[in-house]
């Protein structure tokens, strides 16, 4: 059974969005995500101040068994990547909603809309 | 119907995660397979190797038979010495990599095989369709538990857990060597490119011998582990690096043919016989990647010679970077690139092996 915290937002790609008090988000992958992957190796992020459109492909997690894409889940300009995965990308595997996040983002629109609550991705999980 | 090995409670009871393998439901890792495999360097790990075939030989004349079978020359083995072989089809492909033990005179047979988990069926059938008469007799082991002790400190550690009278002997062997006394058989072989043993014990004795070894310091290990680890070794997977499709010269195994002695005919020798007069049109070598990322299987790698594929790809805990093994044209050397997701990326061609006993041997 994954764990999928109460307080975050999900989209159907297992990445995670956590809105900060600065009206910017914090992105990562899930728990269910880490898991299927495995070990992680590497994690590729995007350059700050980088435009994305909603859903584009901006960073890659890439473990002993596969890579992964992972997706902007809204539309906007990156802030922050977290540059302690350069040298422990198992951060991501240890604590995928802490000390494993991926980058922060400043929305182009506002709060997000669209992604899906703990209970909607758990539904997800379980019919898959 | 997936088999468990004498040990599967034990992985389970340790919190491993269990997948599926070659019919078996076997430890992939118990935590991290990245840790498990720096303390196979470093230290010492121990893994369940019990899903492979064992198939003890008897019978007539079983000397002649795996003369005939297999494409090393059992012939030049005296009692307690072992080797790595390839036993080939009519068109020199490979149907399996294995090792064979002539076993100690006095031993309840005089050879021993093991063949991989994954081929167990094709493996047998074919096996026992080779035998002429009654040269040769089967006796598949059904009733072994099989672990690898692996590591610098892996015979110090494990000595202490073998009889007496056992102990001195499985001390002294020197490498592809074999000792046995009171049903516990252990040979200097491995798949890690560590120091180590490969230990055969009774089913009922093996799960108190996991437990004695794990409380001596050895590591659980798993096939996650166990994959980065004969990787980093050079050490070919089957089904991925060769298969019946390809020959021992097209996959770095050109040094396990004996040729000599010329009059010896084995399955595969004149069709192998033929590829090498032509000269191999492929060679297999390995890969480093220069940046980061991992190379994976399939992938196409990009030479001056021509193009080629990733065999076997994945990531080196020890190097801290992806390698590879491939098979491309045979005046393939240098740099090369491989294709990884649509990206092209620089890479060596370099010769296995990456790591042994510890050291990196690719500047």
Sequence with gaps: MSNVPDELKYTPEHEWVRVEGDGTVTVGITDHAQHALGELVFVELPDVDRVLKSGESCAVVESVKAASDVYAPLAGTVTAVNGALGTEPNLVNGNPFGDGWLFRMRPADGAPAGLLDAAAYRQLLDKA | ?363
């Excluded at chain 2, 480093?288 to 790698?301: H, P, T």
């Design chain 2, 1 to 363: 119907m997936t088999r468990r090995t004498a040990l599967h409670d034990r992985h389970v009871a340790a919190g491993a995660m269990m997948v599926p393998f070659g019919g078996w439901d076997m430890p992939l890792h118990y935590g991290s397979q990245i840790e498990e495999h720096h303390a196979v360097r470093r230290r010492a790990g121990i893994f369940d190797v019990s899903h492979m075939t064992v198939v003890d030989v008897d019978g007539a004349d079983p000397g002649a038979y795996l003369a005939r079978l297999l494409a090393n020359d059992t012939g030049r083995l005296v009692p307690g010495r072992a080797l790595y072989s390839c036993m080939l089809n009519a068109d020199g492909g490979v149907v399996d990599d294995l090792i064979v033990y002539r076993r100690a005179a006095g031993a309840p047979t005089p050879w021993r095989v093991v063949v991989n988990a994954a081929t167990r069926e094709k493996d047998l059938a074919w096996m026992q369709a080779a035998i002429r008469g009654d040269e040769a007799r089967l006796r598949v082991r059904e009733d072994l538990v099989m672990v690898a002790l692996q590591g610098p400190a892996a015979r110090a550690l494990a000595a202490p857990l073998l009889p007496p009278g056992l102990r001195a002997a499985a001390l002294a062997l020197p490498p592809f060597h074999a000792a046995e006394e009171g049903g516990i058989f252990v040979g200097s072989t491995g798949y890690t490119g560590e120091d180590g043993w490969e230990a055969l014990l009774p089913a009922a004795a093996g799960p108190r011998f996991w437990d004695a070894a794990v409380a001596a310091g050895f590591a659980p290990s798993g096939l996650g582990a166990r994959d980065t680890l004969r990787l980093e070794a050079g050490m070919n997977l089957y089904g991925q690096d060769m298969d019946e499709g390809t020959s021992p010269l097209v996959s770095g195994l050109a040094w396990t043919v004996a040729w000599e002695p010329a009059g010896r005919d084995f399955t595969g020798r004149a069709a192998l016989e033929r590829e090498r007069a032509a000269g191999p049109a492929a060679r297999l070598v390995g890969l480093v990647l220069a940046d980061r990322g991992v190379m994976r299987r399939g992938q196409k790698v990009h030479t001056a010679a021509g193009a080629g594929e990733i065999t076997s790809g994945g990531f080196s805990p020890t190097m801290n970077r992806s390698i590879a093994l491939a098979r491309v044209p045979t005046g393939a050397a240098g740099e090369c690139q491989v294709d990884i997701r649509g990206a092209l990326k620089p890479a060596r061609i370099v010769k296995p092996p990456f790591v042994r006993n510890g050291r990196v041997l690719v500047d």
